[in-house]
Structures are given as C-alpha cells and as structure tokens.
C-alpha cells in the first residue's frame, strides 16, 4: 500500500464542478505546456480551454466509433410510455 501526503486542497472543488485528471504522452504535454506558458496559464487552465471550445461546438465525436455512437444515439426512436 502507497502512502499519500495529505493535500488540505484535496476534495475543495467548486460547487457543481468536477475533477478529472488524465495521463497523457509526453509530447501532447509538451505542447500543452507550451501553449499554456505563453498565454500565462497553467496546464489544467489550457486543458480546460480545450474542453470547453470543444463544448462550445457542440460536441463533436473525436473518433469514428464515438461519431457512429452518436449517430446511432440520434436515430434511436423514442420508446412509448405504457
């Protein structure tokens, strides 16, 4: 069993926000650090901006299967009540 130090930040989220933490290759951080520094943001802050324009489009799928999902979603009739 891995001990954790004890963060008093830990579990402070904002109301009706969520954490998400992802790992990622090394070169995308790369860029993401990069493009963060020179806006003076921080990594989480750039990744945030991401998600979000990506909200802000709608959504769109970013692989083919998550597109076909989303079309099968859409096509789906609606089940009747009773």
Do not use: F
């Not at 299967?65 to 609606?78: G, I, S």
């Amino acid at each position: 069993m891995r001990l954790v130090r004890w963060n008093p930040h830990v579990g402070k989220i904002g109301k009706g926000r969520k954490y998400i933490g992802v790992s990622t290759p090394g070169d995308l951080a790369a860029i993401i650090d990069a493009r963060a520094a020179a806006l003076g943001w921080s990594r989480a802050q750039y990744a945030l901006a991401i998600w979000t324009d990506w909200k802000n489009r709608g959504c769109p799928p970013v692989t083919e299967p998550d597109r076909l999902l989303q079309l099968a979603k859409a096509e789906k009739p609606a089940r009747k009540a009773g």
